[in-house]
């Protein structure tokens, strides 16, 4: 069981896991308060919690002022800059256009790790198995949402939404390649508060004060919001720094979410239900997971066999 709870696929599909459910939070928060600001206070608390949960203030403040300038950075782009693309890029197109594109992010996170790691390089079974995982997401997201007829396409909403999913690439590549002694912790922590702040000085001058009159079901949407993008970071911030990790490799379980959400907005949402695309959609992307899978795991029992042979070689 400890094995399982540590293992790196398992983690993955978890934090996955918790992102799908934000979009059914994202929607009840909405009703009650102002794009920026509400991604602000969610991430502001997110911070707050993961602090609490690192209990050790004078050890947290030690890395925080060694690696003020990393945190930062992290902070600005993560944080900050790519949910500004997120959230300007969703208000401009359809939300079926809009989850194409964000759902495709893995592809796009290769293309970047492609040109920022030796050893992360595409391949025709990864380059493959990617496309065919983006051909999965769109068709559960036009399975479930249809373009309606008549609705003009903002090219200024795509290439938004195209630049949230490079710096999503960017930060991805910056966090494996992170200071060792900053703990993934305190790295998501510290970068969670300070992008909320920004994001919560942000919106005033753009949208005012834009908290409306709110209900129980608001604090609900945006305790789990906030518990669950501490989560989710803490956990996707280490995988990225185990050794062996491929930030394209792991990011391609990031397919997951669309099919997680779809299964949730069928769950909760009482106008939505399974249909035949949709589900059609959902085997594509477990073809492209298994054969990724399948090729990681080929390619590591190849490199101990090489590795067991040069053994007796080098004893000789």
């Not at 992010?105 to 983006?134: A, Q, R, W």
């Not at 989710?232 to 990790?245: H, K, M, N, Q, Y």
Request: glycine share 8%; charged share 10%.
């Amino acid at each position: 069981m400890r094995n399982l709870f540590s293992n790196t696929i398992f983690l993955a599909i978890i934090a996955c896991l918790l992102w799908s459910s934000a979009f059914v939070g994202v929607k009840i928060g909405l009703q009650y308060h102002s794009p920026f600001q509400f991604a602000g206070v969610r991430f502001t608390l997110s911070g707050l919690m993961l602090f609490l949960y690192f209990n050790n203030f004078k050890e947290y403040r030690r890395q925080l002022f060694e690696n003020s300038r990393f945190i930062l950075l992290i902070a600005l782009l993560q944080t900050v800059v790519q949910y500004m693309f997120f959230y300007a890029g969703i208000n401009l197109l359809p939300a079926s256009i809009s989850a194409l594109i964000i759902g495709a992010s893995p592809l796009f996170i290769s293309v970047v790790s492609h040109f920022s790691f030796h050893n992360d390089k595409m391949d025709l079974v990864k380059t493959l198995s990617i496309l065919v995982g983006v051909i999965g997401v769109g068709v559960i997201t036009f399975g479930r949402s249809e373009l309606p007829s008549g609705v003009k396409i903002s090219l200024w909403g795509i290439a938004l939404l195209l630049m949230n999913n490079f710096v999503s690439g960017f930060s991805n590549v910056m966090v494996a390649k992170k200071p060792k002694g900053l703990s993934p912790v305190v790295l998501s922590s510290s970068s969670l508060f300070i992008g909320g702040i920004g994001l919560l000085l942000i919106s005033v001058p753009l949208e005012g004060f834009g908290l409306r009159a709110v209900a129980p079901e608001y604090f609900y949407a945006l305790g789990w919001l906030s518990f669950l993008s501490a989560a989710a970071f803490s956990i996707w911030f280490t995988l990225l720094e185990r050794p062996g990790v491929k930030v394209s490799e792991l990011n391609t379980w990031k397919f997951l979410v669309p099919v997680a959400g779809a299964v949730l907005g069928w769950v909760f949402m009482p106008d939505e239900s399974p249909d035949w695309v949709s589900i059609s959609g959902m085997l594509i992307i477990a073809c492209s997971l298994l054969v990724l899978n399948y090729s990681n795991r080929r390619a590591a029992r190849q490199i101990k066999r090489n590795a067991a042979l040069v053994k007796p070689e080098a004893s000789l």
